[in-house]
Every structure is written in C-alpha cells, then in structure tokens.
C-alpha cells in the first residue's frame, strides 16, 4: 500500500466519525454544509502518481491553509492525522452557515485549528507568512479576481492543491478546451448563483497557473469530459491540480 492509500483509507474513516458527530450534534441554529467535501480525497487519489503520492508525509506538522473550506472538515483530517497547523479560511457572508460549523468543530474536536473570516474578492492578508500547502478546492470560480488571488497565493505557499469548473465549449458549440480563455457568467447562469463567475478552458487555466507563478505538477479532469460547458449542471467538468510555487518566499 502506497503512502495514498494510506491516507485515504484514513481520510474515509475519519469521514465516517466526523458525519457520525455531526448527526449527533445537530445544532438547531445553523445546519452543516450539504456536501461531502471529504470526498475530495477520491479525485487527490486519482491526481497524484509516482513520487508524488506521497507528498503528504512531507506536509506532516507544518502549516496549512484550507481556503474555502465549508465546515473544514479536511483541515481538521490534516491537522489529526498529520499534526498539521491548520488556518481554515472562508468568507462568513458566502460560507453555507456562517462558519458556525467549522467553528461548533473546533469545540466538538478540542482542535487547534484557527478559523479565519477572509474575503478573498478584498486586497486581503492571509493569517500566516508561510504555508507548506494551500487547498483551494472548488473555489476559483467563485472568486471576481482569480489572478490576483493565485499570484498573492503563490508568494507564501509552497504547493497548492486546487480544483475547478472548465469548459470544453461555449453554449452555442464554440471549442474553448485549446483556447486560453475564460467565460464570464452571467449571474443566474450556473444554479442561479450569482458568485459563480469565471469558468476557463483546461488551456486558460493553466496559462493562469503559469502567468500567477505556478508550475503544474499533476493535472486531470474529472466529470463531463465530452462537451463541457460553462453554466449546465449536466455537463460539468472538474480540473484537479497540484501546484509547485515559482516565487514563494
């Protein structure tokens, strides 16, 4: 068994008794974020190959950043599991709840990890100086500026974990995949959210990987890989990456 496997196999685990407390906690003032974003760790497993299946035995104590974190519920995976020093990051206004889950965690866990209210559409400070790694999963297309963001990202953080919505076409048929381009929503297009707002190509997004100071290290596709487009549920298609920084600190 690979270092991966290993850790996925506890990452699943430590789904299972975090959604076990969380049913057991059921708070009456907020409910907790909908989605399994421990699923997450599926697509991780899917990304990373050859040496870099074990990245995260070099992540073990050192600090991390889950930015855009929902509950938090990876952070607190990373910080148990790994002794990682964890700054979960969101944005109270667009969080499901409020980050009252991750913060009714940190109590239910006796957790160390420090939650932050941070609204990466302002000229932002991020809590630490510097990060082994960020994650930065499902996040970039809910962000106006998502060049400034990478490049402010990539001066303190060694790695980057990320993933987001691409598009293979334009509504009306137009080929993107090949092009570096980004498609701007309009603010009911995609669920009627209107903080859904840039969806690249697979070639646009790494021309921003490359242009904010980050070199590709692994890099799939999950999801509609046939005729993705920007605003249709039914055709939604998910890039993962890992991410090495050029200018970090």
Same mark, same amino acid.
Request: with cysteine.
């Given at each position: 068994?690979t270092?991966?496997?290993? %850790?996925?196999? *506890?990452?699943?685990?430590?789904?299972? @008794? %975090?959604?076990?407390?969380?049913?057991?906690?059921?708070?009456?003032?907020?409910?907790?974020?909908?989605? @399994?974003?421990?699923?997450?760790?599926?697509? /991780?497993?899917?990304? +990373? &190959?050859?040496?870099?299946?074990?990245?995260?035995?070099?992540?073990a $104590? &050192? *600090?991390?950043?889950?930015? $855009?974190?929902?509950?938090?519920?990876? $952070?607190?995976?990373?910080?148990?599991?790994? !002794?990682?020093?964890?700054?979960?990051i969101?944005?109270?206004?667009?969080?499901?709840?409020?980050?009252? $889950?991750?913060?009714?965690?940190?109590?239910?866990?006796?957790?160390?990890?420090?939650?932050?209210?941070?609204?990466?559409? &302002?000229?932002?400070? +991020?809590?630490?100086? *510097?990060?082994?790694?960020?994650?930065?999963?499902g996040?970039?297309?809910? +962000?106006?500026?998502?060049?400034?963001?990478?490049?402010? /990202?990539?001066?303190?953080a060694?790695?980057?974990?990320?993933?987001?919505?691409?598009?293979?076409?334009?509504?009306? !048929?137009?080929? /993107?995949?090949e092009?570096?381009?980004?498609?701007?929503?309009?603010?009911?297009?995609?669920?009627? @959210?209107?903080?859904?707002?840039?969806?690249?190509?697979e070639?646009? +997004?790494?021309?921003?990987?490359?242009?904010?100071?980050?070199?590709v290290?692994e890099?799939?596709?999950? !999801?509609?890989?046939e !005729?993705?487009?920007?605003?249709?549920?039914?055709?939604?298609?998910?890039?993962?990456?890992?991410?090495?920084? *050029?200018?970090?600190?």
């Amino acid at each position: 068994m690979t270092d991966f496997d290993a %850790l996925r196999d *506890r990452a699943l685990a430590f789904r299972e @008794d %975090l959604l076990a407390r969380k049913e057991k906690i059921a708070p009456a003032e907020f409910e907790w974020y909908p989605y @399994d974003t421990m699923a997450n760790v599926f697509h /991780l497993d899917r990304l +990373l &190959s050859g040496e870099n299946r074990s990245v995260f035995g070099s992540l073990a $104590g &050192s *600090r991390i950043a889950d930015i $855009g974190a929902a509950d938090g519920d990876f $952070g607190f995976f990373l910080e148990q599991d790994l !002794g990682c020093r964890v700054d979960v990051i969101d944005n109270a206004p667009t969080n499901f709840n409020g980050l009252r $889950g991750a913060r009714r965690l940190v109590e239910e866990l006796s957790s160390s990890v420090r939650v932050h209210e941070i609204d990466l559409d &302002s000229q932002f400070e +991020l809590p630490a100086e *510097r990060y082994g790694a960020v994650f930065f999963l499902g996040l970039l297309y809910h +962000l106006k500026n998502p060049f400034y963001v990478l490049e402010a /990202l990539a001066k303190r953080a060694d790695r980057c974990f990320l993933s987001t919505r691409v598009a293979r076409q334009a509504p009306d !048929g137009t080929p /993107l995949r090949e092009q570096p381009v980004a498609y701007l929503l309009d603010s009911a297009e995609a669920n009627d @959210d209107a903080t859904n707002f840039w969806i690249f190509s697979e070639a646009g +997004l790494k021309r921003l990987f490359d242009r904010t100071g980050w070199e590709v290290v692994e890099f799939v596709t999950v !999801g509609c890989q046939e !005729g993705s487009e920007p605003g249709r549920a039914d055709r939604d298609e998910r890039a993962f990456a890992l991410l090495r920084s *050029r200018t970090a600190a």
